[in-house]
């Protein structure tokens, strides 16, 4: 393993901005639907909404995995944000989104994608390249674009 630095107190790296160290990670599950990343997408909703969201993170915000979600269930990330904006709490937040999601989620088709983004030949020097701009190129254990999330925003140590 590379001497990468531990998660800065203040929440910056020079690499990729300000991190926000409390948004969940990519593998959670979301507790009423199962779909993996969705957590991370609706706590990014939540700070985008009252303007919290950092530069760092607005720049790839409905994209990504965002948007790669969202294709999977044949909703606008727009929709989601809306769900999360008009929800009164958890629950209501849930009937919303199950509202607008299709009746079957294919749940493992979308966790199975999430898991191996960045396992494709292309995929992994889009990784190892950002690895080598992070400085952890020796990490084995940052395989998958997820694992780099869990990695910048301090979930691996």
Same mark, same amino acid.
């Given at each position: 393993m590379s001497s990468t630095p531990a998660p800065r107190p203040n929440g910056f790296s020079e690499v990729t901005g300000e991190i926000c160290y409390d948004l969940p990670s990519a593998y959670i599950p979301h507790q009423a639907t199962g779909l993996l990343h %969705?957590?991370?997408f609706i706590a990014k909703a939540r700070k985008h909404i009252k303007g919290e969201l950092p530069k760092s993170y607005q720049r790839n915000f409905c994209k990504g995995f965002d948007r790669?979600?969202?294709l999977h269930l044949g909703v606008n990330p727009e929709q989601v944000i809306e769900c999360v904006r008009l929800a009164a709490d958890e629950r209501d937040l849930d #009937?919303? %989104?199950l509202a607008i999601?299709?009746?079957d989620l294919r749940v493992h088709v979308w966790n199975r994608e999430v898991v191996q983004k960045g396992l494709s030949e292309m995929g992994r020097g889009? %990784?190892?390249e950002a690895k080598r701009?992070?400085? #952890?190129?020796?990490r084995t254990d940052i395989i998958t674009f997820a694992d780099m999330i869990d990695f910048d925003e301090g979930r691996l140590s």
């Amino acid at each position: 393993m590379s001497s990468t630095p531990a998660p800065r107190p203040n929440g910056f790296s020079e690499v990729t901005g300000e991190i926000c160290y409390d948004l969940p990670s990519a593998y959670i599950p979301h507790q009423a639907t199962g779909l993996l990343h %969705l957590p991370r997408f609706i706590a990014k909703a939540r700070k985008h909404i009252k303007g919290e969201l950092p530069k760092s993170y607005q720049r790839n915000f409905c994209k990504g995995f965002d948007r790669f979600l969202c294709l999977h269930l044949g909703v606008n990330p727009e929709q989601v944000i809306e769900c999360v904006r008009l929800a009164a709490d958890e629950r209501d937040l849930d #009937a919303r %989104l199950l509202a607008i999601f299709p009746s079957d989620l294919r749940v493992h088709v979308w966790n199975r994608e999430v898991v191996q983004k960045g396992l494709s030949e292309m995929g992994r020097g889009v %990784l190892e390249e950002a690895k080598r701009k992070m400085g #952890a190129e020796q990490r084995t254990d940052i395989i998958t674009f997820a694992d780099m999330i869990d990695f910048d925003e301090g979930r691996l140590s």
